[in-house]
């Protein structure tokens, strides 16, 4: 392999042209100079430069080393630039969340993007087990969790809370342990979590949630609360979800005995230093939840 400090004393001879003023330049010792082009001839056998006294021209192959040399050190400075440079707003920057999370976080990271347009947001809805599974194989830089971790490679932080709310039809109006049986669980890929949340201080009856049939299931947060507002059944979901609903007419929430509030995790690699674009978007983030 070519040492890239000779490289870099055979190119600067040729652009200063004059061996003092390329020792200057590189705050060498004009022998120093000497000895890497020198280094150079013996890496390549051959000869790169004709000496003429204190002048010198240069051989076919000194012309070719140039040439190509200059290009590979420019491309090795930009990797150094590249390497060693942390922007704070620029960047992908990979965020994954329940979808109630995103629904309250999203435009406001977007109006973040719309200031910095190098700064680029990736974000995603998931439920927790895959935001855990997504950042331990650091798939994702920032995860929102309603859970706690059950590994060891992420690490997570309690940063807020959300109410978790009963919704129904709007033409219930008990939400009778009865009631609910009759109707039946609109599921979503959280919806065992919150309902166990919920349920389990508000219902002496309750057990599991499985102890509900099933009436339906969507995976998009958005779509949950369609068919609850077409009375095909109750499901739980985070306040922040259900205020996003475009039909609130179509659907009752009730305030239960016992409210319950969620922890609202932020979650990250144990073993990998937040780049500073991500800081960027946690300390944003962190403003709206």
């Known amino acids: 392999m070519i040492n890239p400090i000779w490289l870099r004393s055979f190119c600067t001879l040729i652009e200063e042209g004059h061996f003092t003023r390329t020792a200057q330049r590189l705050h060498m010792t004009q022998s120093g100079v000497s000895q890497h082009i020198q280094k150079l001839e013996e890496h390549f056998s051959t000869p790169l430069l004709i000496r003429q006294g204190k002048q010198f021209s240069l051989t076919d192959a000194g012309e070719r080393l140039n040439s190509e040399a200059k290009d590979l050190l420019l491309a090795m400075d930009k990797i150094e630039q590249f390497v060693g440079s942390d922007p704070a707003y620029e960047g992908v920057v990979r965020i994954k969340s329940p979808g109630s999370i995103g629904l309250k976080l999203y435009s406001h990271l ?14 995603r809805f998931a439920p927790n087990a895959e935001i855990e599974r997504s950042i331990s194989a650091h798939n994702t ?57 919920l349920f389990r201080d508000n219902y002496v009856e309750f057990e599991h ?61 144990r073993h990998k230093s937040p780049a500073n674009r991500v800081k960027t978007v946690i300390n944003e983030a962190l403003k709206w939840l």
């Not at 977007?110 to 974000?123: E, G, M, R, S, W």
């Not at 219930?172 to 609109?186: R, V």
């Not at 507002?229 to 205020?243: E, Q, R, Y």
Request: glycine share 4%.
């Open 209 to 269: 949630i499985s102890q509900i049939k099933t009436s339906g299931f969507s995976n998009q947060i958005s779509l949950i609360l369609e068919p609850v507002s077409l009375g095909l059944g109750f499901t739980v979901l985070p306040a922040h979800a259900v205020a996003a609903f475009h039909s609130p007419h179509l659907i009752t929430t009730f305030a239960l005995a016992k409210p319950v509030n969620e922890t609202i995790y932020l979650c990250t690699a």
């Open 110 to 123: 977007l109006t973040l993007q719309v200031a910095h347009p190098k700064l680029i947001i990736d974000y």
């Open 141 to 197: 830089d920032i995860g929102f969790m309603t859970e706690q971790t059950k590994t060891d490679d992420v690490i997570c932080q309690a940063v807020s809370t959300e109410s978790l709310v009963l919704v129904t039809p709007a033409s219930m109006q008990e939400p009778s342990w009865q009631n609910l049986n009759s109707l039946g669980f609109i599921a979503h890929p959280d919806g065992q979590h919150h309902a166990n949340l």
